[in-house]
């Protein structure tokens, strides 16, 4: 039997605020709902919603996903050739972040990035000529998630790149993804002159083959503990990778002195510097570790769990456990924050990489409270910062007690977005991102803070209703 | 053009603090472009491609630089002490953490979990889909909202009495649980009368004239309109009974509706003949009655009233003359020539006048015609005796109800007085919560307004109505009474009341 007239009135009161100071003045209580129009305004995306609302079925299906993200162990087990591990990479292939999309279509930086890349693996010995085999539709182009793989910014992994190689040992899955470049004429942001390929051609001969070394002399190395450590020492291993990167370094250094009767010493210590002087060179192993643990949690039936988030500088995509493999895209959006010396918002590109992968595992901007200083970039304070993670708290499944927050009393950074609750609240999953410029080759001209937007996840929702609750 | 150069010493930064510096610098009068980095060579170099250094200069990596252009040396030396400024303020602190406003169902009831009802007045079109999330998060849903679809509401109402959960609504303007008024309710005293009510303004009607008699209302749960429709079936209306018949607090209980389905009405009442309590049943324009030993019919709101307190006070002498403002004898039944105009705001009520005032006025029009009442033709021009619910879609669209906003019958007031053949014109005053705060002081100005316009027309025109309120409620009967007493309006006791002293006027016959 109902006891609602037996029970205190307690009022949940959507719509108009009078409502309310009537019932609080006759011994009732009633909480006010800060409330906008779900799902962008589409009432029958709307009622769709609400039909897929507290379902056990995706509620039990949602609390496997997570179980399996919260149990998979992300180690770093070496360094290889993206052509002999990625599987699918054909041999005229390259890899870019974000949904597919067509060479006619991609953003400048990515432009730029597939032509030196194209040079680089010799396929052209000119730009000009690298286009045209582009253009000819001589080079095949695929997203890097569709071959367990992600790429910060314009994402390109081409077949002779050195990779990381990251495993989960509890469901035995394996991720991509390659090393990073350091700051400036990098061709993740779109630069493909002389020095760039010059510098992924002493990666390829030189940097990947030492790490690989030292790797293999030092074990496989965990990296859920080194970015538990990190989120303690004031990263949040998107943005901010200064800690990771050192705690990082510190291990290959030591491993590497050890095994330098092996080792070329020239080799070793250009290694180490270039590693030094990039606070950034734990990124690529942050997101291929995120990735790992995501793909544990991908194609489990009905479940409302996002799996990916990538952009390509066009278009903004997401995938979620329950309809395996189906992208759900929308206009990628541009990024507020701050600009280096001499640019602007009119010269940045849109939202791009696959770094949003971070943010889908918990951390990035869903961790901006373990790293104040991120909020700087669009001028807000560490409690905003913790604001920010606390609303995450709000569209997520639960909190990844391996990944704590000081901030939060050490409790577990927000982890398993759920489609359902960023439609029905409105509230979209906030990421920390570079910027890059929005011309090939020029590179990364400031930092900062954006969010997705939510037609993406509103056509997931739309699509998981008609598919229907099995 | 200006370009400064400064080395600060002693100003170690990150580089996020220094961008934020550089903009606001660029942002400062007079100033083209600024930077503020630290003199590092890497730092240096992309001065020197941004363009901001015209050469490379020997690094000092502790040192912060400055590099300003502005469009003269005022500027810059404004913009630099503007630079020196900032990085010697002390930061503000953090300041309190504001816990942020829920913004979904799901996160008020995990911040809230002792929640128990969802009140819903969204624009329709959004109202089922946050009923049915509160519904399946095991809460009780009133749908105050309008415009949901009947095939919405029937999911609703059965997935509600599925999970033995209550939804009141779509279209429910009132309801009372244990003493707490939701949405537009009167403050009357607590008691054994338990109402449950297919119309808004039927229940706050009840709930007033049962306060008036000086009993009280232990709940009174609203159904929405359409409850009692053939589509619905009377769901909510059987689960409320239930409600009030397992209820302790309960001993009397009154059912309200506006003209029910045939089907429906006899479904309700086959159903309350099983409840071991008395049922006073009070559904506006339906013949058909069951007997039941337990049950009694009203024909009239005030007569569902006056039975409930009588059932419950066998004893009591009742009367409700104190609020009867003069009494019949006091009135010249030869004084009205015209047309009856009635201007309702609640929609019972208009249904109530039409069926009390059809047989004694013959031909009778509404814009929510009853049965043996005829359509308006033309909504916005009135036809020989008319009477209107000005609450209607078609009235109020895009615009509040006019119990809160009430310049709709304020218009139609006086385009009716500027019409030669209306005689009397017939109002409701509704009080309560979300009710206008003073009704009766505008209305009285539109009726003086009115009476001018008759008056230059050489007619007379007569004012009869009644105030649905409680002493009680926040804008006060009496207050609102005497601003319509001194107005000339003939106060009634009921509507139904009101209805008999329009016939009396007119026909100079009582009902």
């Known amino acids: ?470 | 053009m200006e370009n400064t150069q400064h080395f600060l010493t002693g100003y170690y930064r990150d580089s996020v603090a220094l961008m934020q510096l550089s903009s606001k610098l660029a942002a400062q009068e007079g100033v083209a472009s600024a930077s503020a980095q630290m003199a590092t060579a890497a730092n240096l170099e992309l001065l020197v491609n941004a363009g901001l250094l015209d050469q490379v200069v020997p690094a000092r990596p502790n040192d912060l630089l400055l590099v300003i252009r502005a469009s003269t040396a005022a500027h810059g030396q404004a913009a630099f002490e503007f630079a020196q400024k900032t990085l010697d303020e002390k930061p503000s602190g953090g300041g309190p953490e504001k816990p942020e406003p829920p913004r979904s169902v799901e996160m008020a009831l995990s911040a809230h979990p002792e929640s128990n009802l969802v009140l819903i007045s969204t624009p329709g079109e959004f109202a089922a889909a946050e009923a049915l999330k509160a519904l399946k998060q095991g809460l009780n849903v009133m749908i105050f909202s309008d415009n949901v679809s009947g095939a919405q509401e029937v999911m609703l109402k059965t997935y509600a009495r599925d999970h033995e959960l209550l939804v009141m609504g779509p279209d429910c303007g009132t309801s009372l649980i244990g003493g707490v008024p939701l949405a537009f309710a009167n403050v009357v005293a607590a008691g054994a009368i338990g109402v449950v009510g297919a119309s808004g303004t039927g229940i706050q009607q009840v709930t007033c004239l049962v306060d008036a008699l000086g009993e009280g209302i232990c709940h009174a749960i609203g159904t929405g309109g359409h409850d009692l429709s053939e589509e619905v079936g009377g769901i909510t209306m059987l689960a409320a009974l239930d409600l009030l018949a397992h209820d302790n607090n309960t001993e009397v209980i009154v059912l309200l509706s506006k003209p029910p389905a045939r089907s429906v009405a006899l479904k309700i009442i086959a159903a309350a003949k099983l409840v071991p309590k008395k049922v006073v049943i009070c559904f506006l324009g339906a013949v058909e009655q069951l007997d039941g030993s337990n049950l009694s019919y009203a024909r009239t709101l005030e007569e569902a009233a006056m039975l409930a307190v009588g059932l419950l006070r066998p004893s009591r002498k009742l009367s409700l003359t104190g609020r009867l403002v003069r009494e019949k004898n006091q009135l010249d039944p030869h004084r009205t020539k015209g047309f009856v105009r009635g201007l309702y705001t609640g929609g019972t009520f208009c249904y109530e006048a039409q069926i009390l005032l059809q047989s004694a006025l013959g031909e009778v029009y509404s814009n929510i015609p009853t049965k043996g009442v005829k359509k308006l033709p033309d909504l916005w021009t009135s036809v020989g005796h008319t009477i209107l619910d000005l609450g209607d879609d078609v009235f109020t669209r895009g615009k509040p109800h006019p119990m809160i906003d009430p310049s709709t019958r304020n218009e139609r007031l006086l385009k009716e007085a500027l019409d030669p053949q209306t005689g009397l014109i017939l109002l409701d005053l509704v009080l309560g919560y979300g009710a206008h705060e003073d009704p009766a002081a505008g209305l009285v100005e539109v009726i003086r307004q009115a009476r001018e316009s008759a008056h230059k027309g050489g007619r007379r025109l007569e004012f009869v109505g009644f105030i649905c309120g409680t002493t009680k409620d926040p804008q006060g009967f009496e207050k609102q009474a005497s601003t319509l007493r001194g107005a000339g309006v003939i106060l009634a006791q009921s509507n139904a009341h009101a209805a008999e002293m329009v016939q009396y006027l007119v026909t100079g016959r009582l009902l």
């Not at chain 1, 080194?226 to 800690?243: S, Y």
């Open chain 1, 1 to 470: 039997m109902n006891n609602f007239l037996t029970s205190k009135t307690q009022v949940i009161n959507i719509g108009l605020a009078s409502f309310s100071p009537p019932i609080r003045s006759h011994g009732g209580t009633s909480v006010d709902l800060e409330w906008r129009p779900p799902a962008e305004g589409n009432s029958a995306s709307g009622l769709a919603l609400a039909h897929l609302m507290n379902d056990g079925k995706i509620n039990a299906a949602n609390q496997v996903a997570l179980e399996r993200y919260q149990a998979a162990q992300p180690i770093l087990v070496g360094v290889g050739v993206a052509r002999e591990e990625l599987k699918g990479l054909g041999p005229r292939m390259l890899l870019h972040s974000g949904p597919p999309i067509a060479w006619e279509n991609m953003c400048g930086p990515q432009k730029g990035a597939v032509l030196g890349a194209i040079v680089f693996e010799g396929w052209a010995s000119t730009l000009l000529e690298a286009e045209s085999l582009v253009a000819h539709g001589e080079v095949k182009l695929d997203a890097c998630n569709h071959h367990s793989a992600v790429g910060p910014m314009a994402g390109i992994i081409s077949p002779s790149m050195p990779v990381w190689i990251i495993e989960n040992t509890t469901h035995g899955n394996r991720s991509y993804c390659n090393m990073n470049e350091g700051l400036g004429k990098v061709l993740r942001f779109g630069a493909n002159g002389p020095e760039v390929i010059e510098r992924l051609v002493w990666m390829r001969e030189v940097l990947g083959p030492t790490v690989k070394s030292i790797l293999q002399h030092l074990g496989p190395v965990a990296l859920g503990p080194l970015i538990a450590q990190a989120l303690h020492m004031g990263d949040e291993v998107h943005n901010r990778n200064a800690a990771a990167s050192g705690l990082f370094f510190k291990k290959l250094t030591l491993a590497g002195l050890e095994i330098l009767a092996k080792l070329d010493a020239r080799k070793l210590k250009d290694t180490l510097a270039f590693i030094a002087a990039n606070d950034h060179f734990f990124l690529n192993l942050s997101m291929a570790a995120c990735k790992v643990m995501l793909e544990a949690a991908d194609g489990v039936e009905n479940s409302t769990m996002v799996t990916v988030m990538a952009r390509n500088g066009v278009d903004f995509g997401i995938q979620i456990s329950g309809l395996k493999g189906r992208w759900f895209t929308a206009p990628a959006p541009f990024v507020e924050g701050l600009f280096f010396s001499g640019y602007s918002q009119l010269d940045a590109a849109r939202d791009l990489g696959d770094s949003a992968i971070t943010e889908t595992a918990g951390v990035g901007g869903f961790s901006m409270a373990a790293s104040p200083a991120i909020v700087q970039f669009v001028g807000g304070t560490p409690a905003d910062a913790l604001a920010n993670t606390r609303r995450m708290l709000q569209i997520t499944l639960g909190q990844n007690s391996a990944f704590t927050l000081p901030a939060l009393n050490f409790g577990g950074c927000p982890a398993g977005i759920d489609v359902r609750k960023v439609v029905d609240s409105s509230i979209l999953p906030v990421i920390n991102t570079g910027i890059a410029h929005k011309l090939a080759g020029i590179g990364q001209i400031g930092a900062g803070i954006t969010h997705a937007p939510l037609s993406c996840f509103v056509k997931a929702v739309e699509a998981l209703a008609l598919k229907g609750v099995n």
